[in-house]
């Protein structure tokens, strides 16, 4: 399908060509890719603009950016499919990839059938079988951290020897732990399902704070560009800055009438982007001052390669999407 022709939807920015709303962006060194609710893949420049036709896959699994720039896409049909030098190729898929991680070995795949593999560039090999299906992986130090969907959280060295088993790691007092998030050095970030909590598994340490989040926990960041520290966005769309320690917890409040925050990113100079259901975008810096950068249309942002600045993406069911690059000095 060709790409649209470039019209003003929103303020003379180009449409991008997608039937559905985006809903991840991931970096890459030349720009981002965007993914949609619908499974579509755009491939944009760092000026906005497509660099080439979309691809038109199922709702994404997983995926993410390899060191090479390739994205690699797992969708919830099975399908497989690695972006290279502008042409798509599909692997061998089932069962369904549910976590991907970038190692210095290759990228690792966990699956539903609870496998690691390493995907390879003839296709993939497996290299350990979990007994619980995959749903979070992450390197620490030289080793390789699995979350199963019981919650069980192991470690193993990575790339794997020869009858490498799976060490299982302690994570209380976390409740139900499901996702992991970036933690920096040889800690794991372990999020519960009213706890987060920084895990040391070569030490078999966990630091949690005492405060928990009884309304849930949706997502949570840590800062870039300098900053120390994390941002955590609950279920009901609470914000709260946290120390590097994942304590000290300080609410940050939006300003009267906004909207209810639909999502977070941080930003490359230590603040944090955050955009509402309504569709406005706001600059949350650590010092918990906020200011409203875009009023509506917007549902997804992420930084720009420039620190002060951020591309937000918005979205309309009769205009399509397009990208609009905001000042965030």
């Not at 944090?272 to 918990?288: C, D, H, I, K, N």
């Amino acid at each position: 399908m060709p790409i649209a022709a470039p019209v003003p939807p929103f303020g003379g920015a180009p449409r991008l060509d997608c039937q559905g709303p985006p809903v991840v962006a991931l970096d890459a060194p030349d720009g981002c890719f965007l993914g949609t609710e619908e499974g579509e893949w755009l491939p944009v420049g760092a000026d906005g603009r497509p660099r080439s036709v979309p691809a038109r896959l199922q709702p994404h699994s997983a995926a993410l950016v390899t060191v090479e720039g390739e994205l690699f896409v797992a969708t919830y049909a099975g399908e497989r499919a690695r972006l290279r030098d502008g042409h798509w190729t599909h692997l061998p898929g089932e069962p369904v990839v549910l976590a991907l991680v970038e190692t210095a070995a290759g990228t690792v795949m966990g699956d539903a059938a609870g496998n690691l593999t390493c995907l390879e560039p003839g296709g993939h090999t497996r290299v350990l079988a979990v007994g619980e299906p995959v749903t979070a992986l992450a390197t620490a130090g030289h080793g390789l951290a699995v979350l199963g969907s019981h919650g069980s959280l192991g470690m193993t060295s990575w790339p794997v020897e020869p009858g490498g088993v799976l060490r299982e790691v302690a994570t209380s007092p976390v409740d139900g732990p499901w996702a992991l998030f970036r933690a920096g050095g040889e800690r794991i970030g372990v999020l519960g399902l009213t706890r987060a909590a920084l895990v040391y598994p070569y030490e078999q340490k966990v630091v949690a704070p005492s405060m928990a989040f009884p309304e849930g926990i949706r997502d949570i960041v840590m800062l870039q560009g300098g900053a120390t520290g994390y941002c955590l966005l609950t279920d009901p769309g609470e914000l709260w800055l946290l120390d590097g320690e994942l304590g000290s917890p300080s609410r940050v409040g939006l300003p009267r009438g906004a909207g209810a925050i639909a999502g977070l990113r941080a930003t490359g100079h230590g603040g944090v982007l955050v955009w509402t259901v309504t569709g406005e975008l706001y600059a949350v810096q650590p010092s918990r001052r906020v200011r409203q950068v875009l009023a509506g249309g917007v549902v997804l942002a992420y930084p720009a390669p420039a620190p002060e600045r951020a591309v937000a993406v918005k979205w309309s069911a009769t205009e399509g999407a397009c990208l609009e690059q905001v000042d965030l000095s």
